[in-house]
């Protein structure tokens, strides 16, 4: 279940997606939004309209800096497979200005912007882009009490550029739309 801390509208569509559209008071950038799973327990995160040209973060900290500014994080970056995988929240809704939709029934994350989609599910190797279906080498997981996804696919599909620093082992996403 879904709720908004000020009335912002909130739907489930035919296919189970939740779809949110922030409220936001003047001069407000935030709105925070609260996700409560299956065995009652809550998580409240800010949801974010503003675009973050630069994301760095270090697989396994709590803090991760938005532009260059620290700030605390739920849940850190984790590893699989070689790959590094994020917490939707605050990673990747601080940085991709689109819309977020889950389908429980299917266990599927579906972000949108503009003419760009990709849906990812959980457990699966199968996700699509615009309709196209794509083959992942590490599946989305749950992982202490969130909902984890590979990073740079999600990323790449809305344009980010995705490096891997080895000097530092952190992960820099920029914004490279513009």
């Known amino acids: 279940m879904f709720v ?7 739907h489930i569509d035919a296919f189970g997606y939740v779809f949110f559209t922030p409220k936001l008071e003047p001069g407000s950038n935030t709105v925070n939004v609260s996700v ?19 994301l ?7 803090f991760a800096k ?10 850190p ?28 029934v299917t266990k599927g994350l579906t972000i949108a912007y503009k003419d760009t989609s990709i ?13 196209k279906e794509i083959v992942l080498d590490t599946p989305p997981i ?8 590979p990073l740079r696919i999600v990323f790449e599909t809305f344009d980010y550029k995705v490096l891997w620093n080895s000097k530092s082992h952190s992960i820099i996403v920029t914004n490279e739309k513009e």
């Open 4 to 10: 908004a801390d000020n009335d912002s509208a909130m």
């Open 36 to 54: 409560q799973f299956p065995d009652n327990t809550k998580q409240t995160f800010p949801y974010s309209i503003y675009n973050i040209d630069t």
């Open 56 to 62: 760095e973060v270090k697989p396994g900290d709590l």
């Open 66 to 75: 938005f532009d260059g500014e620290k700030e605390p994080i739920s849940n």
């Open 77 to 104: 970056v984790i590893i699989r497979n070689s790959r590094s995988l994020g917490n939707i929240q605050p990673l990747i809704m601080r940085m991709v200005p689109g819309s977020f939709g889950y389908d429980a």
């Open 119 to 131: 849906s990812l599910f959980m457990n699966k190797t199968n996700a699509y882009i615009n309709g």
């Open 142 to 149: 749950y992982y202490y009490r969130g909902a984890y996804f």
